[in-house]
């Protein structure tokens, strides 16, 4: 299953972030076992129907972050960190924190205070948390037609909030795959070599290997994910959540109750493999029934046609060698 056209991509990323952490919120910090209890692995329409029945459809932080950056990006046409702290610090102040971790508050409270954007985020080897990855999906659909500027712009945008090499790469990560879906060139066989290429040397890449020896000997999820990890590291989340869009890519609500069955930092595991999911098989292929409850889905709608409909903009602009246009 592939989504339909770019349109349905943008629509796929930004919804399937927002199902994936609203799936995966009522268990974070829950263990694995835990989980399981109440949601069993989806192997039918019974365990299907299971899981449609408990989701509530309320998300977090990672989704609100999410569309921080389509906001601006929709807005400006183009990525502008301070447009994008600005966005961070309305949201802040509206007080609806939805679990927003240390890393990414830290970083607002500074910008709010008047600290430029590129000295704002944490430093150090504790600043490579997936907050950096979590919401850069908007940022890789709408760099999609210039893949080596991408490189750069997932830097930037992630700066804002962490200051990490480790970050950059757990950003560039789903952010060039989001890219290729929305370039229409998302194989799932060359997905994990293509990304380490345009990775470049770092733990994220290393993860991405094992994620690749995991899916070859056909491990079963539920050891696969306990052998990755689904922590806030960034490393974890990017090999858990490439892993479990990967052990099902033509079924985004598989993937995604595979990610949240992984417990831990369920929310935005799930929401990471939302994005590459609902990215490749587009609005289209989500679950309908976790549509149907899903938060402010419309305006979520909205916002990725107004992101889409910028992205043709700037993109004709630039020329048909640009990747977005001539593959619409």
């Not at 079924?251 to 929401?271: C, I, K, R, S, Y």
Request: with cysteine; glycine share 10%; charged share 25%.
């Amino acid at each position: 299953m592939k989504a339909k056209d770019a349109r349905d991509t943008f629509r796929g990323a930004l919804l399937g972030t927002a199902c994936g952490d609203a799936a995966g919120m009522p268990f974070e910090f829950a263990m694995p076992p835990t989980i399981s209890r109440v949601l069993p692995r989806i192997s039918g329409p019974e365990s299907r129907a299971r899981w449609a029945s408990e989701f509530k459809g309320i998300w977090t932080d990672d989704t609100m972050m999410t569309l921080c950056h389509a906001r601006s990006l929709a807005r400006l046409g183009k990525l502008d960190p301070e447009d994008t702290g600005r966005e961070f610090v309305a949201w802040v102040d509206t007080g609806d924190l939805r679990g927003i971790g240390f890393t990414c508050h830290g970083a607002i409270k500074k910008l709010k205070a008047g600290v430029p954007w590129d000295r704002a985020g944490k430093t150090g080897v504790t600043a490579a948390g997936n907050g950096a990855a979590m919401k850069i999906a908007p940022v890789g659909l709408f760099g999609s037609h210039d893949l080596e500027r991408l490189r750069d712009d997932c830097r930037i945008a992630t700066l804002i909030t962490h200051n990490c090499d480790e970050a950059f790469a757990g950003a560039r990560a789903v952010a060039f795959a989001v890219a290729l879906a929305a370039r229409r060139e998302l194989d799932p066989a060359t997905l994990i070599d293509r990304t380490i290429a345009f990775v470049g040397p770092s733990k994220t890449a290393e993860r991405l290997r094992r994620v690749a020896v995991l899916l070859h000997e056909k491990t079963a999820p539920v050891h696969a994910l306990l052998d990755l990890k689904c922590g806030g590291y960034v490393v974890e989340t990017v090999g858990a959540s490439f892993f479990s869009f990967l052990a099902s890519p033509d079924d985004p609500e598989l993937a995604m109750a595979t990610a949240v069955l992984g417990g831990f930092d369920a929310d935005t595991t799930a929401a990471v493999t939302g994005a590459l999911a609902g990215a490749y098989a587009g609005q289209s292929g989500l679950p309908a029934a976790w549509l149907a409850k899903l938060e402010a889905a419309s305006e979520i709608l909205d916002l990725a046609d107004r992101l889409h409909d910028r992205w043709i903009e700037v993109a004709s602009q630039q020329g048909p060698e640009s990747g977005g246009p001539a593959r619409p």
